[in-house]
């Protein structure tokens, strides 16, 4: 389907707010906060040009107060709203992760499910344009460990959009991370994957289920974001040597599609994992943690795992790109892989 | 102005039946912790917060909402879920753990929340005024002409969610009330060794807002403070915050030894009781008399036996209930 | 060392104490900062006693302002200042964390080294006296996974003074996680574990180092703290049953003490982990994952992983007790480890 | 009050310096990314926050500083740095990524830190203000009459931080002053948008403490606030929060289209330059004459081609250089 018919081409930006534009459109009840969504249609497009079509009063500016304005999301919810709410970097989470982790996320549990909170909050995240150790980071794992908040984190266009339909869609707080890389924007890297067919009509693509990006039967990557863009891009160059690796874009960390993975790596029996957040205590830990409690017996080789080596992020470039996997690493430590064996 | 005999008698008998909820509470959350107390044993574990002596701040406000109005409210919460009308028998049954509770025993004392009656509380100091900040919001998107009470002590003043709050509200021009009951101290912290100023309707024109301020724990000031301020909201005058200065006679929470406390003052603190106070006005008035509010004080203190009764025979939820409630559909 | 001498006991919480006033007396630019950590001691203890010795100038009781008081410390730590600052609740991090992660941790990296924070964030941990769900996590990988700040979780009387110790003479931040039922409270469960012997005088324990808490050839526990004391519980009763257990006490989460974990399971071939944090994203899944890169082909059976089961943390006891691991699931868990086989 | 002659003089030579690395950055920022503008491409990546236009709020204070002084600002922090006297070489060559910067390439323009005149800054807005109240608190416990000041932009007094640490520096009576940039704009917001007070000097009140407005983005006027509120701090007065009135000449960011202003906006702001004025000021007194402005114009700005000069010439730092300075003993 996501091959088929490739005429509309679409930046992840602009599909991204193709589907919060629908579902604005079909729901009153559905709107908007966040610094700088109106006229400048959020700093990393989540919201172009909604501001024109439904006016200030349901795309709406904010003061820099994200404790006060992501709770008042909270709060609206509460009485049946679906407040969607952007956190601008997710590197800024840590003047707001209270309401998001101990509100949010709670109080549908701790009211026994009779408070139902059906709101998204959308962040910017990712790295490798220099914008150093406050700007530039995923924070995957800082929100997928704490338990009542789906955390997804598409890679393409159409995923962008299907799952941001998913996700307003939805009845359960839903932290909707999207790559600054991945948004197509004009005055960032320009990336083919950035680019992609999206249909015009409102479709939605499950949240909590990892995807089969590449098929093959060497060596299984996980991977998710930027880190399937550089898995593919390696992939491609082993396939020229004879190594056919499976790549799977994660997609959502939260619920974890265990499934997926673990039937691949029932095919490959050798796992990478690649993620853009910090190693330790990661993305990386609790998928290599999972294969390791439920397919031991599969593996051929030793799990191995690519990350931000447990550093914030410097800011010099060649720094920066010391510290980030890339499609070169990805593909150097295949290698490694199948020759210890 | 002059308040209604109804509504005069209302905030008496809702007085009496919070300060005989907490009385009770205090009992019951003793049993199983003697002779050596352990908070974590007990019928009723776990951290409690008693609001003995706050309850002109609870009445005073809230006999001006109705169920559509929504009232968000901090660790202390009994008085103002007593006053908001959140059923005494569920709420009685979560702090028990039981599987009748509001929550099915997930939440416990501090995590109450009656979407019938719009009530909420939290643990997390100041957390809620940025909720009530959305409810109102939702207020003004829906034209309910419903306004949204905070609820919080003193100490949380302090806290930045209070500024960022107060500050929406105000830009918004929404109908937020956020109610400071000031009853000396954030745990073991007096007011003056935390607070910059000395009464925090003083923060209101920090947001170009009213600031209303309410001495001596009086409820029938807190009832006009309060009439003022809804009308503001419902009329579309944007928000208020009130302080009233409140007093605690207990401990910050049960278990409490209050060294911090000078003896003598908790005494001289109820030698002023606003109950007690409130009752003399309406018998000097005439309102009533003494049998009519007698046999109101044996009313409403049944219901409340009765809420304790349901509490005790309800069962616990299994254990595997632990593992539902977290989506809608997982 | 710990063993011997058994005179002089002390609770983890007077232990604690100790040690801050130790340095305290040593060093006038050591000073404590927290809500009531005067005339109350710490609402779990842990600083007893210091108002009266060193008085309101150096002991400070603040408003509820984590973000101003935990900023305020890092402000005085850069300008060489000691400060030892309390969270009361780890609970409560989401009202601070842009200044616990964003600044004390990065600082000194964002800074290249020319700037140092010596300070110390001690924060109260874990749950199992139906405190619900704000107010008896431990998010021990909240932390960890941040890179920046070293983070300790000791779990004896003794260690908790030796590694107070260490922490307050640390040039790095340190945050000194502190488990509420191991500080020996009396209005809390009366646990032997919660006193031990400490000796008088000032000395410290390495932050960073795991310890074998007890030997064992059959299978590896790794645990920290209440953890620890169920895991040790545990291995007595599977001791009975000839099925010897080693159990290594984290005690350090960051830096990771990978040799002492690895060397155990050379020697056993079997590990389990145990946390009283959420499972998904965790320790667990970091100390399996450590497993299962460098030391695959030392185990005979999957890794196994118990903790909290990625909701958040239930009021009633029973529900409460059917998330938190105990030793009866430890020793359950090791069992059939042992016969799946 | 009346100002010194060489006070006045510092400040035009230091807001004509601040001003010459701004504009020396608008192009060297553009080397690399053009024709095709990429954040992340070129000598100097990443975000970059120029404060052209701004010059007055750092210069006025800045005068009653000395090296033992502490200065915490934000994203947007070079006119600060360079009125408080940081390396200028080695802060230049950090915003080029070199191993010769401040950080040895690590930190980047939101992150400068010299010690050696205790300045730092960070890009979490309002951040800043709590270690300003840090250091105050330090000055307090050594006795060293130091102040500390936090600049911070209008956005940043809607954020949380800023009312706890005003709180903390009032309760506490520190020599703290707060700097507050009204360039009328976080970003794209304007003011209105954001702030529910016309001032924010008027939020002084809700901590008890002296609130100065400056407007028209005048750096006399900026200098004798600034006396005013050192004095206060140096003498054990307590805090002060600073509002100017100030202009922003650019985008929020380099490459900010700026769909969000009207034409014409900033080119009426350009034609009331404050280094214009300034200039005509000390010539119209007859302070010194236009040749002595000259030279020393020409001076400062050889200093700042010389700092260009030096970061262009330093060399990168190692790749592995990453993993180090993390900790101090590892
Ligand atoms: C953010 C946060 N910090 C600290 C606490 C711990 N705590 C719970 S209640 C309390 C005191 C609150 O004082 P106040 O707001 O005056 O309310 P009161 O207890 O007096 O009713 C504190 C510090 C918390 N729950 N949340
Ligand atoms: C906590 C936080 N929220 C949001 C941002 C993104 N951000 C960076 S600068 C800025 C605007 C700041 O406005 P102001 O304080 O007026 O400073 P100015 O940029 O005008 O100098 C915003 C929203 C941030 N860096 N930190
Ligand atoms: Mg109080
Ligand atoms: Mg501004």
Redesign the pocket.
Known sequence: METANKQRLLTGNKAMAEAIAKEMEKNEEVFVMGEDVGAYGGIFGSTEGLLEKFGPDRIMDTPISETGFIGAAIGAAQEGMRPIVELMFVDFFGVCM?QIYNHMAKIPYMSGGNVKLPMVLMTAVGGEYNDAAQHSQTLYATFAHLPGMKVVAPTTPYDLKGMMTSAIQEDDPVVFMFHKTLQGLGWMDQLDASVGHVPEESYTVPLGKAKVAREGSDVTIVSIQMMTVYALEAAEKLAEEGIHAEVIDLRSLVPLDKETILNSVEKTHRLLVVDEDYLSYGMTAEISAVVAEEALYELDSPIKRLAIPDVPIPYSRPLEQFVVPSAEKIYQEVKQMLTDE | MSIPKEQILWMYETMVKSRYFEETMEEVYMEGKTPVFNIGAGIVPGEM?L?NG?EPAAVGICAHLTDQDVVSS???PHHHAIAKGVDLKKMTAEMFGKKTGLSKGKGGHMHLFDPDVKFACS?????GIPHAVGAALTAKKRKTNAVAVAF??????N?GAFHESLNLASLWNLPVIVVI???????S?P?DVATAVDWNDLRAGAYGIVGERVEDNDPLEMYRASDRAVNRARNGEGPTIIEIETY?YLG?FQGDAEIYRDDGEVSKLRENDPIVRLKDYILSKGIVNEEYLNERERYVKSLVDEAYEYARESEYPDPEDALEDLFVHS
Not at chain 2, 123 to 127: D, K
Not at chain 2, 181 to 187: A, L, M, P, R, W
């Open positions: 209270d | 917060h609001s706050q901090p660790h202390r643990g997390i100091v100041a957390s919080i002590g003193e100490g949380a003043a806290a009951e000031d009853n000396k101290y954030g745990i912290v007011k605690r910050h």
